[in-house]
């Protein structure tokens, strides 16, 4: 009987106006009120969570009972990470359009794992695969995995490393597995990402094997320092130290690796943008010489979250690491996603990218870049000339500060994260605490930083007082 009422009850509220228009309403009023508000949550918000965690419900209620319960406690939980003066980590605001396209794209609720799955998702794929080539400079015929974000694009980009390097030695790892296998070689920079890590560790290449080369005072790695390549190694540079922003020398260390036959993949997360930047060009020159890059399109670019990319120019090799079989599956004639990913089954991530893409074109995405870096100037010179330490070059979107000692440092940045009036995360900079600003979001404008530069007086005047 339940089930009856319950089925009946669903298909009125499938289409059902109040029920969207709601959503569309909550989401709109947050979306007008996050810029004003504290972006942190209050602590009543927070213990307020309380009410969405019951024990695990008897009896269904109503989709509009659900969304009430969720913009009543969840919206005032949130970080307030789209209003403008959220400096953490490195994460990305969401265009307007990309956010909408979402919603769209969440009613269609395509798989992307086969084109006869959803032709849409496997045709933007494709699109959004030749943009980014062009977009980023990389050689033509490179393909492109769709994936949750860098972390999963690194482990695309070096399975696919893996497989190349010992099918060369005639070894297939995918059936012999690491047992009895030649030997790889993996040579990085000592400020590798941590996801670099781990995305080793998941392809059975442990930490302790990797040979780690020494870099500069920005966190570069050092060519003259790198170990000699082969066909057996594997090089992991970086575009974008996730502290100073800064970018590996590409063009010197690609062509060492080229004459040496060894794979490069770049970890681009945040950095790899500047690709699509005339005046940011100079970052990422050579680029175009790796094997296989990983890129967020929910940082830089602003996309929503969820959308990371895998390139390499050896498409066989990423197809053959991420090969699936099973006689149901129905290999088309279009694009299959799935055979550049781990998924299967994957949200068609590709349709919010397309319309980021789309909306902004290759000079939107080239302003919105040269925007966020010229905020992260302004922040620091700001800084600095109200006495607060600039300890890196500025040569992307990553400021680190410090005050005039340990101990003030870490008080002010605490005083700055409970402030609500903007959000920086910490970090260890060559031996010492460091304040850590990265501007990632296309809302953030001169005001929200100055205001932001304000907020760091004062928490540095409450931290003076009370260090002493
Ligand atoms: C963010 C980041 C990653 C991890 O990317 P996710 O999208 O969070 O998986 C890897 N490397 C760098 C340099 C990053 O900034």
């Given at each position: 009987m339940?089930n009856?009422i319950?089925?009946?009850?669903l298909?009125n509220e499938n289409?059902?106006?109040r029920?969207?228009?709601t959503a569309?309403?909550?989401a709109?009023?947050?979306?007008?009120e996050v810029?004003h508000?504290?972006?942190?949550?209050s602590d009543?918000?927070?213990?307020n969570l309380?009410?969405?965690?019951?024990?695990?419900?008897?009896?269904?209620i109503?989709g509009?009972?659900?969304?009430?319960?969720?913009?009543?406690y969840?919206?005032?939980a949130?970080?307030?990470q789209?209003g403008?003066?959220?400096?953490g980590f490195v994460?990305?605001?969401?265009?307007?359009?990309?956010?909408?396209?979402?919603w769209?794209?969440?009613?269609?609720?395509q798989?992307?794992a086969l084109h006869?799955?959803?032709?849409?998702a496997s045709?933007l794929?494709q699109?959004?695969?030749?943009?980014l080539?062009?977009?980023?400079?990389?050689p033509?015929?490179?393909?492109?995995?769709?994936?949750?974000?860098t972390?999963v694009?690194?482990?695309?980009?070096?399975?696919a490393?893996?497989?190349a390097?010992?099918?060369?030695q005639?070894?297939?790892v995918e059936?012999?597995?690491l047992?009895?296998?030649p030997r790889?070689?993996?040579?990085?920079?000592?400020?590798a990402?941590?996801?670099?890590?781990?995305?080793?560790?998941?392809?059975?290449?442990?930490?302790?094997?990797?040979?780690?080369v020494?870099?500069d005072?920005q966190?570069r790695?050092k060519?003259?320092?790198?170990?000699t390549l082969?066909?057996?190694?594997?090089?992991?540079?970086?575009?974008?130290?996730?502290?100073t922003g800064a970018?590996?020398?590409?063009?010197e260390i690609c062509?060492?690796?080229n004459d040496a036959?060894a794979?490069?993949?770049?970890?681009?997360?945040?950095?790899?943008w500047a690709?699509?930047?005339?005046?940011?060009?100079n970052?990422?020159?050579g680029?175009?010489?790796a094997?296989s890059?990983a890129?967020?399109?929910h940082?830089?670019?602003n996309?929503p979250?969820d959308c990371g990319?895998a390139?390499?120019r050896w498409p066989?090799?990423?197809?053959?690491?991420?090969r699936?079989s099973g006689?149901?599956?129905?290999?088309?004639?279009?694009?299959d996603g799935?055979?550049?990913?781990?998924?299967m089954s994957r949200r068609?991530r590709?349709?919010?990218?397309w319309?980021?893409?789309?909306?902004?074109?290759?000079r939107g995405v080239?302003?919105l870049?040269?925007?966020?870096c010229e905020r992260a100037?302004q922040?620091a010179?700001?800084l600095?000339?109200?006495?607060f330490r600039v300890?890196n070059?500025?040569?992307f979107?990553?400021?680190l500060?410090?005050c005039?000692?340990e101990a003030v440092?870490?008080d002010t940045l605490l005083n700055?994260q409970?402030?609500g009036e903007?959000w920086?995360?910490g970090t260890?900079w060559r031996?010492a605490?460091a304040?850590?600003?990265?501007?990632c979001?296309?809302v953030?404008?001169s005001?929200?930083?100055s205001?932001s530069?304000?907020?760091?007086?004062v928490?540095?005047?409450k931290a003076?007082?009370?260090?002493?």
């Amino acid at each position: 009987m339940t089930n009856v009422i319950l089925h009946e009850s669903l298909h009125n509220e499938n289409g059902d106006k109040r029920l969207f228009s709601t959503a569309v309403e909550s989401a709109l009023a947050y979306i007008q009120e996050v810029t004003h508000r504290s972006v942190i949550p209050s602590d009543d918000a927070i213990s307020n969570l309380q009410a969405l965690d019951v024990s695990m419900p008897e009896e269904p209620i109503s989709g509009e009972e659900v969304l009430h319960e969720l913009n009543v406690y969840g919206s005032a939980a949130t970080i307030a990470q789209t209003g403008g003066r959220y400096f953490g980590f490195v994460n990305g605001g969401v265009l307007p359009a990309a956010l909408a396209a979402r919603w769209l794209a969440d009613a269609w609720d395509q798989n992307a794992a086969l084109h006869v799955m959803s032709p849409i998702a496997s045709r933007l794929e494709q699109v959004c695969e030749r943009w980014l080539i062009e977009l980023l400079g990389l050689p033509r015929g490179c393909v492109a995995g769709f994936v949750s974000g860098t972390s999963v694009a690194t482990l695309c980009g070096l399975a696919a490393a893996r497989h190349a390097i010992l099918a060369d030695q005639g070894w297939n790892v995918e059936n012999k597995g690491l047992c009895g296998a030649p030997r790889l070689r993996v040579v990085t920079g000592e400020q590798a990402h941590g996801t670099v890590y781990k995305a080793l560790a998941i392809l059975g290449l442990g930490a302790e094997c990797v040979e780690r080369v020494p870099v500069d005072d920005q966190g570069r790695l050092k060519p003259s320092l790198l170990p000699t390549l082969d066909k057996s190694t594997i090089v992991i540079l970086q575009a974008g130290n996730v502290n100073t922003g800064a970018f590996d020398p590409f063009d010197e260390i690609c062509a060492l690796a080229n004459d040496a036959g060894a794979w490069v993949h770049i970890d681009g997360a945040f950095g790899l943008w500047a690709a699509a930047s005339e005046g940011r060009q100079n970052l990422t020159a050579g680029i175009h010489r790796a094997d296989s890059w990983a890129v967020d399109a929910h940082k830089t670019l602003n996309a929503p979250y969820d959308c990371g990319i895998a390139l390499t120019r050896w498409p066989d090799a990423l197809a053959a690491a991420m090969r699936a079989s099973g006689a149901y599956i129905q290999y088309g004639e279009g694009r299959d996603g799935m055979t550049f990913s781990p998924d299967m089954s994957r949200r068609a991530r590709a349709i919010e990218l397309w319309a980021t893409l789309r909306r902004l074109g290759r000079r939107g995405v080239a302003d919105l870049v040269d925007e966020l870096c010229e905020r992260a100037q302004q922040f620091a010179h700001a800084l600095e000339e109200r006495g607060f330490r600039v300890l890196n070059e500025v040569v992307f979107n990553q400021v680190l500060v410090a005050c005039e000692s340990e101990a003030v440092t870490r008080d002010t940045l605490l005083n700055i994260q409970s402030s609500g009036e903007c959000w920086c995360g910490g970090t260890q900079w060559r031996g010492a605490s460091a304040i850590r600003i990265s501007v990632c979001s296309w809302v953030t404008t001169s005001t929200d930083v100055s205001r932001s530069v304000a907020a760091f007086e004062v928490a540095r005047s409450k931290a003076r007082s009370t260090v002493l």
